[in-house]
DNA sequence: CTATATTGCGCAACCGATTGTACAAAAATG
DNA sequence: CATTTTTGTACAATCGGTTGCGCAATATAG
């Protein structure tokens, strides 16, 4: 029936010329006359023809798609960032591949490996929680695919990386804090695998020596900051016999999840205990109260990543230099860690 | 350098065979003989042989690509449908490729014809609130390229679909209601170019008329059903002689909406007036007092969907027959819709 | 022991566009 | 007007697997 689509030669056919010049009219190649990219381009319309990408990209080695690897999508931190990219990519003709890891590096390692086969022009990715060796990011270089590291990096040598100032965000909120009259001051951190957190730490670490507030040992909880790990860090906090009247939260989740052991105890947001989280995701709207975070400036962050592949892709054949792109993050003030009475 | 990567072409220079067997040894043919296969593949690994999708796409015609195309991915339902949709995919050597219409007719148009370019070998879709003239999705079956639809459908011959019964799901959440005591409940609804809303208003109606309980035209608000809407929404009701006592919303973001103007108002959820989303957003827990929701199945969604495209892609040769599925919903009640007193 | 069936692999066309090179025609130059 | 440039298009190789067909070698049947 309907045969299999038109290709260049049915082109080439109907206008007696060689696919080449059909192809070369196509991509407005200066050699051909506007004569003939003007026929070719309208029997083009006329056949309904589509510029096979498969063809193209065999020949050309170029997909036009970029991998993005996400350890989830639905976090509102990640899925901003992908719309970034998206924006970026769409117009430069770009499509995005999108995948999650659901923080194993299991899956990494098979999607990575995915991309490969599929011959991403590019891959974007921020690193599993639970990843430990970076191998297979190295085979990516390896192949001379352009890869960006977002949020989550590693030290990974030609890999170039786009992070907002964790240790500025942290140093903010946790100053923010001080500001508020609040003495003792919480941290939950993440996992010291990741620099994220070591630089948030970092942060209210310093915030709080400039200030002249001594850091405690207690006061600091190390976790995988999701919901759960919030609420055992808050019962934690409040069997010290002196709880701390703030928490600077390296995760929402984690600072929800101090939020509703809080609630249940009956204990006054930020009267009795401060809030502040880090990744300002959707919901901190949403809670009552709501919830003061640190954005992470998500989409610029993904409009850089893909900025940056661009730029590396357009002088491939100059081997690109890796760069370090450092965004400033935004403390958003909320209800949780405004006082009134000040 | 690192010589461009090793085609079957190397391997079978090494092994003193032609290409074909080795093309047919990796893949299994039953024509090979297991010491050849067993050769292949060995050779295959130490040369660190990475097989090229690209190539194989231009002659087989398949890319192994499911083009998913959502309205927008930062919605707990639509990430997590996607989820679904991976399991299944990968566990079939077809890979995700994720894009977001952000709920505009013309971006998704331009993502078809973009997905049709890269030759997708499938697209599961939902359509975008604004869309109203569907010729674009009709192009992607014109191609013979099986299109599933799921949650946002209409009518299109042979695309397939799956969605929950959104009909079941209101009329549940809405009896739930009025078991709770509730005798005014309003509604919430959405656009009515989208099935989901038509359907959730007529489970909502069908409820109250099974319950005597006469349906009122001021009780029922039509908007894009966003916080924003649900914000004003509750504000008109709140104006009308007899307020409800309970608002049943077509999504939770209207549900919260709502749920913040009374609570600036100072009135009590549920005993002023309770409170049911619909979609079971991850928030959904997160808030106070934690909403009730009607759960989607959402991961089911997607691994049925996915399913479905295997299905009719293993026998693309007989034209497949579309095929509809209808999942169940799930009533999650929680605190904005319980009741102690009874 | 001959005849048919099965097994194992090579040959070569093919998927559809891209691109370096060649070459004739037209235009510019001296 | 002869010569050099520029312009416009054709030729053909190529990207890297896939696959129908053919043929020899081996196995099974009669």
Not at 37 to 63: D, E
Not at 95 to 113: A, C, G, P, Y
Not at 244 to 256: C, G, H, L
């Amino acid at each position: 029936m309907s045969k299999s689509s038109t290709t260049i030669y049915d082109i080439a056919a109907k206008l007696k010329v060689t696919p080449s010049t059909v192809s070369r009219a196509l991509s407005d190649h200066p050699r051909i006359s506007s004569k003939t990219k003007q026929a070719v381009k309208s029997i083009a319309q006329q056949m309904n023809y589509q510029h096979n990408g498969i063809a193209a990209a065999l020949r050309s080695g170029q997909t036009h798609i970029i991998g993005v690897l996400l350890p989830m999508v639905n976090r509102s931190f990640f899925s901003s960032v992908v719309k970034g990219i998206e924006q970026v990519a769409r117009v430069a003709g770009y499509n995005v591949m999108i995948t999650q890891s659901n923080d194993k590096e299991e899956n990494e390692r098979s999607i990575i490996s995915a991309m490969l086969k599929t011959q991403v022009d590019g891959v974007i990715a921020s690193i599993a929680r639970e990843t430990t060796n970076f191998s297979h990011y190295q085979n990516i270089l390896d192949k001379k695919i352009p890869l960006i590291l977002f949020d989550r990096v590693t030290e990974i040598t030609d890999a170039s990386t786009v992070v907002i100032d964790d240790y500025l965000g942290a140093y903010k909120a946790t100053e923010h804090l001080i500001h508020q009259g609040c003495k003792r001051i919480a941290h939950f951190s993440g996992t010291q695998n990741l620099n994220i957190y070591k630089d948030r730490e970092r942060g209210y670490r310093e915030a709080l020596k400039n200030n002249g507030i001594v850091f405690e040992e207690d006061l600091l909880i190390q976790s995988n900051v999701k919901l759960e790990d919030g609420r055992t860090g808050m019962e934690r906090l409040l069997l010290l016999d002196q709880p701390p009247d703030a928490i600077f939260a390296a995760s929402d989740y984690s600072a929800i999840g101090a939020m509703q052991i809080l609630k249940e105890r009956k204990m006054k947001i930020p009267d009795d205990v401060a809030l502040v989280g880090f990744a300002d995701e959707a919901f901190a709207n949403f809670v009552d109260p709501e919830l003061s975070s640190v954005n992470q400036m998500s989409e610029q962050m993904g409009q850089f990543a893909a900025k940056i592949f661009l730029e590396q892709t357009k002088d491939r054949e100059l081997s690109f230099i890796p760069s370090r792109t450092v965004l400033t993050p935004k403390l958003m003030i909320r209800k949780s860690s405004l006082k009134k009475s000040i």
